[in-house]
């Protein structure tokens, strides 16, 4: 695989820490030591194959995918309960300690953010993320100014992106169904997300929907209402990959039944039009990923003394390229309380570096060029992850033998090429 394709995700190694998220590319970064997934859509996944062999942290939905849909072998998976601080030791010694709570990221089933605490003080790593209203009042969210740095999901940082709440788009597209009561209905969707849509759609018409047997699966591990079936014969309401939702394909369609298209997607906002030059495919703006001002209200509601932009590249609207990330906007949000460098432990530096090089290498106590630096963390009610019998150096993680340069560039993955949704599948919008 090409760099620049490894380098288009989302994911990336916080800097000065063995931590990893998204990134599971370990011979471009042998300091990663620690590997956190915060969903299962493919552009965050990539790397994640049979073969892979070291600890992956997320949340027990995801872990379910890993094994059934990527294969990855059970005992690779941790799964971490949501909301709940969970301690991951940090060295070989265990004398520097992770806290890490999964928080809710509403975007997908499965989906998490990451709050980490530890010598480097507070950072959030929101993933891919569209918080529920509720999120803000919740006791998970960190209060205002002690977030050091948030890695911010900037997918739609652009003020072209103002997208109505999932509740109203829901109601438009129930609209669109009940007009059209003697049709089939084709709804385009990526492999994984927008089933509470789907859920609400069958409750409301009393439908089976059709779906694949990934969803279907899904729906017993979840625990969904009975509202699924995997006879298209059952219903008139059909779920497709939204990439084979063409005008052509419709067209196709409708020469047999009367057939209309939906499309809930978010990816032609800004543009004035659905990109569709037939009437029987309606795109509908629903979105996953949080919107211009909803960024800008959670960063108001945080307060973190730093931002950065989980893409480096905000996207424009459809067709319209891209811009360089930047999170100006912001300014006036951020905590301006917290100054100097943070200091790396000797424990984890030796931790971050490949085994045989630890007791050769001269270790450096000075400041790192992370974040600002940070408040220690309060200690608090956390559940103590036990080390595992299969990894090495006493169970703590597996340690990485290959010496590769590290790049500057690892925290700032770079997507001046924006893939485009037929390439990539089920990146969900």
Request: charged letters at 20%; proline letters at 8%.
């Amino acid at each position: 695989m090409k760099w620049s394709n490894i380098m288009s995700g989302p994911g990336l190694v916080i800097p000065n820490t063995p931590i990893a998220v998204d990134y599971f590319y370990r011979w471009s970064a042998p300091s990663a030591k620690l590997f956190f997934l915060t969903h299962a859509h493919a552009d965050h996944t990539a790397g994640l194959t049979p073969t892979w062999s070291t600890t992956v942290y997320c949340s027990p939905i995801t872990a379910e995918i890993l094994s059934y849909k990527f294969g990855v072998d059970k005992k690779w998976i941790h799964p971490l309960e949501v909301g709940t601080p969970s301690l991951i030791p940090l060295d070989v010694e265990g004398g520097e300690m992770l806290t890490v709570t999964p928080i809710p990221a509403d975007h997908c089933p499965g989906a998490v953010m990451f709050l980490f605490e530890a010598y480097f003080g507070c950072v959030l790593f929101t993933g891919d993320f569209r918080p529920s209203s509720e999120m803000y009042e919740s006791a998970l969210l960190p209060e205002s100014g002690v977030v050091d740095c948030l890695y911010l999901d900037n997918t739609y940082l652009s003020e072209e992106y103002v997208f109505p709440t999932r509740t109203e788009t829901t109601e438009t597209i129930i609209r669109i169904i009940d007009s059209h009561p003697d049709h089939d209905i084709i709804i385009g969707l990526h492999t994984l997300g927008k089933e509470s849509l789907l859920i609400e759609i069958a409750l409301r018409f009393k439908k089976w929907i059709a779906v694949d047997s990934f969803r279907l699966w899904l729906a017993g591990v979840v625990g969904w209402p009975d509202v699924f079936t995997g006879e298209q014969a059952d219903t008139n309401i059909h779920v497709y990959r939204q990439k084979t939702v063409t005008q052509s394909f419709v067209d196709k369609l409708n020469k047999v039944n009367p057939t209309i298209a939906i499309l809930p997607t978010s990816l032609y906002t800004g543009l004035g039009h659905s990109g569709f030059r037939g009437d029987n495919i309606f795109v509908v703006n629903y979105s996953d990923h949080s919107s211009y001002p909803e960024l800008l209200r959670f960063v108001e509601k945080l307060r973190p003394a730093k931002v950065v932009p989980l893409l480096k590249n905000n996207r424009r609207p459809f067709g319209a390229g891209v811009t360089p990330a930047s999170v100006e906007m912001f300014d006036t949000f951020l905590s301006t309380d917290k100054l100097g460098g943070v200091v790396v432990p000797v424990s984890v530096q030796r931790f971050m570096l490949p085994r045989t090089w630890r007791k050769a290498w001269p270790v450096n106590e000075g400041p790192s060029r992370a974040c600002p630096k940070p408040k220690r963390p309060k200690s608090r009610g956390v559940a103590f992850l036990a080390a595992s019998d299969e990894d090495e150096d006493d169970g703590v993680v597996e340690i990485i033998e290959d010496v590769v340069e590290l790049s500057d560039d690892l925290g700032h993955p770079d997507i001046s090429e924006h893939p485009d949704i037929s390439e990539h599948p089920d990146i969900s919008e």
